[in-house]
């Protein structure tokens, strides 16, 4: 597996207002992810994040809403732009180390209250 | 697309056996993969099936039937920490898709 941090832990932001999530990776990973999920439901993905490419967003999700930056292969950023009460969530980065399985693994997410 | 359902919530006793079960559908399937969720935390990594049959890593088995499109965990010797969500992905076409997850309530 990896260690993988996230900040900011959480975050209490005010309408129309954006906020940058940092996912930090203790080893060069080739795939990582981002990830909603919203109070009692289960995992969203929002988009691939590409290292020196735009990411590859998921249906219902675009760019101008979720910028997405991957400097290199330890590091990325979602950014949560123009925020509204519905983007209240906890918002996950995810690796996929291989070694046969492609497992993703899970930072401790972000979560997100917007009044 | 990927469908995958899941009951959503069983409650059983300490040092019990549990078995919760996955159903889906999906096409280029390429693996299935439980998680851990507790109240508050990221999923955490639990099994991984990919071939038919029965996987066992310590308290926790899992079985992949691929042409009934099944899984199952089985959760042995229920302790209090096991109370959590459990969540089931797919992935098919590369992409992983995962299941709302059945909360398991452990009581004393």
């Known amino acids: 597996s990896a260690v993988i941090s996230q900040k900011p832990s959480r975050d209490i932001c005010q309408r129309g207002t954006s906020l940058t999530i940092q996912c930090q990776v203790d080893?060069?990973?080739?795939?990582m992810f981002w990830y909603r999920q919203q109070p009692g439901q289960s995992l969203t993905l929002i988009a691939t994040?590409?290292?020196?490419?735009?990411?590859?967003?998921e249906s219902g999700f675009v760019i101008d809403k979720f910028p997405i930056s991957r400097p290199n292969l330890t590091f990325s950023t979602l950014t949560v732009s123009n925020m509204s009460p519905e983007d209240s969530s906890i918002y996950l980065c995810?690796?996929?180390?291989?070694?046969?399985?492609?497992?993703?693994?899970f930072g401790p997410g972000t979560r997100l209250t917007v009044l | 697309g990927q469908n995958i359902d899941q009951p959503t919530e069983m409650t059983a006793t300490e040092g019990a056996i549990v078995q919760i079960n996955c159903t889906y559908q999906?096409?280029?399937?390429?693996?299935l993969f439980w998680y851990q969720q507790h109240a508050g935390e990221a999923p955490t990594f639990l099994s991984y099936?990919?071939?038919?049959g029965l996987e066992e890593k310590g308290r926790f088995s899992s079985f992949l039937s691929r042409s009934k499109g099944y899984s199952y965990l089985l959760l042995k010797e229920l302790q209090m920490k096991d109370s959590a969500s459990y969540l089931c992905?797919?992935?098919?076409?590369?992409?992983?898709?995962f299941g709302k997850g059945n909360q398991v309530v452990v009581i004393p």
């Open positions: 995810s690796v996929e180390i291989g070694m046969g399985s492609d497992t993703q693994y």
């Open positions: 080893s060069q990973v080739t795939m």
């Open positions: 994040a590409n290292q020196g490419s735009e990411a590859t967003y």
């Open positions: 999906t096409s280029g399937f390429n693996g």
């Open positions: 099936n990919v071939l038919d």
């Open positions: 992905a797919v992935r098919g076409n590369n992409r992983l898709a």
